[in-house]
């Protein structure tokens, strides 16, 4: 066989991108058919991390349980605690105090700009802009200290209870978080100058990976990449939990549904989420922070599917209850690993180049997909 | 006055019966009152026009539809499936377009698994849940040509469950290897369990896991039950 032949001849070329490969944030295999330098189908090989965390759910109290779903998705651990406390709330019948609602919604939305920043940093390295990382990362830092001050860890924070919150805020706490959300809309548009405008950027990403608000929705896609195509949808407006009805936020959407829209949904998203917390922690109101349940949980016979907005997406729980301390099944809806089925179809007919853009675009955790 | 002395001592000794008697009787009328107690919410029953609607159309295939802690559920059986679900998803008064999660649960008392479809409608805001049961040996119709949504999460649900969808197109394992035996997510499958065989060969290591998981399981003497 002559090298001409594959060069020219359109044959298929069949290339393992993965699981080794820096930009596939993760351990995602990707086989890649190629006719040249063009993307014919990808198949995509996961399960990699497979820890069988819904298998452990069965055997662990719901208590016991919650601190194992913050390593699904490690980027934002505080938005997998969030809705699993949430949905066994729902059952147990009880709502959290308005302290811990506060609190929670704070927290959540800190980790909301984590987890973008990282997206933000990795997905502009992987495209070639190496400065952004750096930037992105400082103000990551911030945060991260901010959650280390609360409960003393980084990522796999564990903040909340069934019930409420464990922890009162230290003191100090308003003043380090006013200080940092003064500044940081200003931080956004120091990103948007490295990017926005940038020739390469907008070569790198407009069009690339474009979807229909139609197939989106066919293929399941929720959060940035759902809103990037027009669907103004996010379940912190459509289906209110814990306080989101208290604060003042608009939805970001695109129009085009391609990796530039998704960008700049998510950094406008950055910025609403800096708007909620502004808001929440000039009005976190005083009282306790547990609510009063007993010690033992035993949610009533029964299932449940509570979903929450979390950074990627639609995070959903479904718990089958038997009426004993431990969980019948527990199912968890991840977003990312609904979104990543649209990589296959986004990919095709793009550079190969492109296949890194369009997996950095769609925020996907490795941890949360194989669970 | 010994007339009456002696009635009293006669009813002094006879009361104990009566007395012993008397108390009984009100547990009785309490045991019946103590068993319906519920605990926490009870589903109640759900009816809207959809409902009907699908009453209409589908008649016998619809079980029941009710609502439990405010999420509406209905329950079908899986003979027309698929046909449901496309009218539930073109139908005006419905139009659930997004399929947010399909999952499975394993229920071994009735040898059966229930399939759950968490639907959701862009226009009328809702979430719905559609449940239906299978045995081991029967497949299912893929609801993939409804949903591409589903194609993944089938072959997910076939993985852990070992549910099988008929016309999936691409009906293989997701996350554990393709030559893995077993499905992890069934109840008889124990915490501890591994194909061992699979490890031993493409790990080269020995686990630790002395569990053995193939066709003669249950005849292994390193098998435990899950209650062990």
């Known amino acids: 066989m002559s090298t001409n032949e594959t060069l020219f001849d359109a044959s298929e070329l069949t290339v393992s991108m993965g699981p080794q490969h820096p930009s596939t944030h993760g351990v995602l295999q990707v086989k890649l058919k190629l006719d040249g330098e063009r993307v014919i189908d990808a198949e995509c090989v996961i399960g990699y991390l497979h820890r069988g965390v819904e298998k452990l759910g069965e055997h662990q109290t719901y208590g016991q349980f919650v601190p194992t779903l913050d390593r699904m998705d490690y980027i934002a651990a505080v938005s997998n605690c969030l809705g699993f406390c949430e949905a066994i709330e729902k059952m147990l019948g009880i709502t959290a105090p308005p302290r811990a609602q506060y609190i929670r919604v704070l927290m959540t939305e800190l980790n909301r700009i984590t987890s973008h920043l990282l997206w933000l940093g990795t997905h502009a390295l992987d495209i070639g802009a190496m400065t952004v990382f750096l930037y992105a990362f400082r103000e990551r830092e911030e945060i991260l200290k901010i959650f280390e001050n609360y409960c003393g860890a980084r990522l796999t924070t564990h903040m909340f209870r069934i019930g409420g919150t464990q922890y009162e805020l230290y003191d100090g706490f308003e003043d380090q978080v006013r200080t940092f959300i003064k500044d940081f809309p200003k931080k956004v548009d120091e ?12 070569g790198r990403t407009r069009g690339v990976g474009a979807i229909t608000a139609k197939a989106a929705i066919d293929i399941g896609l929720t959060g940035p990449a759902l809103r990037g195509s027009g669907v103004n949808w996010d379940i912190r407006k459509a289906k209110p939990y814990a306080v989101y009805s208290d604060f003042d936020f608009d939805i970001p959407t695109g129009s085009m549904g391609d990796t530039y829209d998704r960008y700049m949904v998510r950094m406008e998203e950055m910025r609403q989420s800096a708007r909620i917390v502004s808001q929440a922690v000039e009005k976190i109101p005083a009282g306790p922070l547990m609510a009063k349940l007993s010690k033992i949980i035993k949610p009533p016979v029964g299932d449940i599917y509570h979903s929450i907005e979390s950074p990627k997406g639609e995070l959903g729980y479904y718990i089958v209850s038997d009426g004993s301390t431990m969980a019948y099944r527990a199912r968890v809806r991840p977003p990312s690993f609904v979104n990543l089925q649209a990589l296959r179809q986004m990919v095709a007919g793009h550079m190969v180049a492109d296949v890194v853009a369009i997996i950095g675009t769609l925020d996907i955790v490795l941890g949360e997909i194989d669970r | ?23 009984p009787p009100p547990p009785k009328p309490a045991a019946p009152a103590a068993p319906p107690k519920p605990k926490g919410p009870l589903p109640e029953p759900w009816t809207s026009p959809l409902v009907d609607a699908l009453n209409e159309k589908f008649g016998a295939e619809i079980v029941k539809s009710y609502s439990f802690i405010g999420q509406n559920q209905i329950v079908i059986k899986k003979a027309r499936l698929v046909e449901i679900m496309t009218f539930l998803r073109d139908i005006n008064i419905g139009q659930f377009t997004y399929l947010a999660d399909e999952t499975a649960v394993h229920w071994p008392k009735d040898e059966e698994f229930e399939l759950v479809y968490i639907l959701y409608s862009f226009e009328r805001n809702e979430y719905l849940r559609i449940k239906t049961r299978t045995k081991e040996w029967e497949a299912v119709e893929s609801v993939v040509g409804v949903w591409g949504t589903a194609n993944w999460l089938e072959r997910e649900a076939y993985d852990m469950f070992g549910v099988k969808f008929a016309g999936h197109p691409d009906l293989r394992r997701i996350l554990l290897p393709d030559d893995w035996v077993g499905f992890p997510l069934r109840k008889d499958y124990d915490l501890r369990l591994q194909d061992v065989e699979w490890v031993r060969k493409h790990l080269g290591i020995d686990s630790g896991q002395k569990y053995y998981v193939g066709e003669a399981r249950h005849e292994s003497p390193d098998y435990i039950t899950p209650t062990d």
């Open chain 1, 191 to 202: 990103y948007e100058t490295l990017l926005t405008q940038n020739r390469i950027w907008i």
């Open chain 2, 1 to 23: 006055m010994a007339e009456e002395n002696n009635n009293p001592k006669d009813e002094s000794t006879a009361p104990p019966k009566p007395a012993a008697a008397i108390p």
